[in-house]
């Protein structure tokens, strides 16, 4: 998870150096009070990648003919921060051979000898967490093999960069860059042999993050569920790292655990990934899985929203709605306009998604990324619901601005299907318009009913439309209602174009019609997927149209074709982490 668009103010960066410097002078560990267990999980394609010399970090790929780390020059800071940030010693250590370990060892203390000594992105409390929990995990990989004088280097930078979080973990964002370096810092008073006194405050303080962080419905304020897995598996670990130590794990800690884990299921789909919303990806194939089997053993699920989204589940069909306001202020640097907004899976297929946050593919990827058009939603005369502020000067952060104010919600549980209603006012201010959106999902799983209408409520949403219709012209304000299908779907137009066939690779076939108001059509898309060189091509359903009069209703049906199986043995395997 990239958060270095993020670049620090000036103040933050002067404490960050002098810290750094600081920590040249503190003692070395001995040695570890306990052997660690690796926790992290890796790619063991993205491993291979690696060792063969090529580099895929933040979308760039370099290829390394010495294999090289810290000599290559970094395109750009995202990529710079995740060298720096150590997630690839997961990925070496998945791969595990001979190889691998030369290669993760070269590079471990290639950064020694290169930035051990502070200075640069990579003394940052974020990153500085994040190394500081691989190094640990990965010890055993690491020092097997390596002589006194390397084992004494490594200790000795492990420990300069556990006293430097000790006094930098307030400098770290909120949300996951603070809970990485604070359970960075709980790693290291735990493990290292000399540096004991580390542990208490940080116990106390990730303690005192969970209560300030983590809300009533165990979500966070970016609302990103990819966010919050990270957090979650970092709890988890923590926990763990405690209990085995001996510890008491706090009642904050433990409550955070338990209020977080009902709602990662709520926003997991039938094909055991997440909902892609605010920023946030699927989560690496199996993750979610593994986090929540070493959570808490209870199955339940939250009453309600679940971090403001509302599921729909019947047999191998889950549909997540965002169905409450966009993030605020600072939690939504990341944040996209996308309230109403619905992903549908089928089985391990997804089949309407939303595009994805486009991070990894520069800035202006992100920012379409993060458009009403780049969602399975309506789209009032080509605008966004939302809009991105003026970047910041100093970190060239673009906060979501000028929202929807107000998203009511109600969920009816009937004896054939489950449906949900809501609204959202955030073409209200210059269209007059409210759209109100109605999801039924069928017991069986098979169908999936919509019911979207554009509104003029009162007399002076009725006044804007009439002004913002004279604008438009003679034929009304147009609409486009999108629906983004993933990369996988065989699309076509069918029935002369009143309807389009939908291919799974699961041999299913799904079926999208509507009441004959629209106009459907089939148009380019992209899927913009982590782990990938450039964005994937797709394409999305559209049916479009105007609004003349001051209620406006586009009724349409997605559902399985009668002769589709009930459960299909879908054998076919994914592709493995691929650089295309």
């Known amino acids: ?53 090529n580099l895929l970090f933040a979308g760039y790929l370099l290829e390394s003919q010495t294999t090289g780390l810290w000599e290559v ?37 290639g950064w020694i000898e290169a930035h051990g000594m502070g200075g640069g992105i990579g003394w940052s409390p974020d990153l500085t967490g994040r ?62 042999e000399g540096r004991e ?18 809300d009533d419905q165990g979500g966070l304020p970016t609302r990103n569920p990819e966010e919050l897995l990270e957090v979650f598996t970092l709890l988890t670990w923590a926990a763990a790292a405690l209990s085995e130590s001996g510890r008491r794990v706090s009642a904050p800690h433990l409550a955070a655990i338990d209020r977080i884990a009902p709602t990662l299921r709520s926003l997991r789909h039938t094909d055991g990934g997440l909902a892609r919303f605010h920023g946030g990806g699927r989560g690496m194939e199996g993750r979610l899985d593994h986090a929540l089997a070493a959570g808490p053993t209870s199955k339940k699920l939250p009453d309600g929203l679940a971090m403001g989204y509302a599921r729909l589940y019947a047999r191998r069909t889950s549909v997540i709605i965002d169905a409450s306001l966009p993030p605020k202020g600072v939690a939504s640097y990341n944040a ?10 089928s089985g391990r297929r997804p089949l309407i998604v939303n595009c994805g946050s486009g ?23 080509g605008h966004s619901m939302a809009r991105l502020a003026q970047p910041q000067k100093i970190s060239s952060r673009e ?65 804007r439309f009439d002004q913002a219709k004279r604008s438009a012209g003679a034929t009304g304000i147009g609409y486009d209602l999108r629906f983004h299908l993933h990369p996988d779907v065989d699309a076509r137009l069918d029935m002369g174009g009143a309807a389009v066939s939908l291919a799974l690779k699961s041999g299913e076939i799904w079926v999208f019609r ?6 459907l059509r089939l148009e380019p898309s992209f899927y913009l997927e982590k782990g990938r060189l450039k964005p994937r091509a797709s394409q999305q359903i559209i049916l479009s149209g105007y609004a003349i009069e001051y209620a406006t209703r586009i009724r349409w049906v997605l559902s399985k074709a009668q002769d589709t199986a009930v459960a299909v043995r879908d054998l076919n395997r994914d592709e493995p982490d691929s650089f295309d």
Request: aromatic share 10%; glycine share 8%; charged share 25%.
């Open 336 to 345: 996209h306009a996308s309230t109403l907004a619905f992903e549908l899976t």
């Open 514 to 519: 509507q009441d004959g108001r629209g106009n």
């Open 131 to 192: 190394r500081v929990i691989r190094w640990i995990n990965h010890a055993l990989f690491l020092l097997a093999g390596r002589d006194k004088a390397a084992s004494d280097a490594f200790y000795t930078s492990l420990s300069r960069q556990a006293w430097f979080l000790s006094r930098r973990w307030q400098g770290a964002t909120p949300g996951l860059p603070r809970f990485e370096a604070l359970t960075g810092l709980v790693y290291a008073g735990l493990a290292l």
């Open 197 to 214: 006194e580390l542990a208490e405050p940080a116990i106390k303080a990730l303690s005192d993050e969970c209560t300030l962080q983590i």
């Open 399 to 463: 906060a979501l601005i000028d929202g929807p104010a107000r998203v009511p919600i109600e969920v009816e549980e009937q004896s054939t299907e489950t449906k949900v209603e809501l609204a959202h006012d955030g073409y209200e201010r210059d269209f007059g318009l409210t759209h109100a959106r109605t999801l039924e999902l069928s017991d069986d799983g098979r169908s999936l009913t919509g019911d979207d209408m554009l509104l003029a409520l009162d007399a002076t949403g009725q006044q």
């Open 1 to 53: 998870m990239s958060h270095y668009s993020r670049i620090s103010t000036n103040g933050t960066r002067f404490l960050n150096r002098w810290y750094a410097y600081r920590a040249r002078r503190q003692p070395s560990a001995t040695g570890f009070v306990s052997q660690p267990e690796p926790r992290t999980i890796g790619s063991f394609a993205r491993g291979r990648q690696l060792v063969a010399g």
């Open 359 to 381: 991070e990894t593919f520069g800035l202006e990827w992100r920012r379409a990324g993060r458009a009403t058009p780049s969602h399975s939603t309506l789209c009032l005369a």
């Open 73 to 109: 020059d970094a395109p750009d800071q995202a990529f710079d921060a995740e060298r720096h940030g150590f997630a690839w010693l997961d990925d070496l250590a998945a791969v595990g051979d001979l190889n691998a370990r030369k290669k993760a060892q070269t590079w471990v203390w």
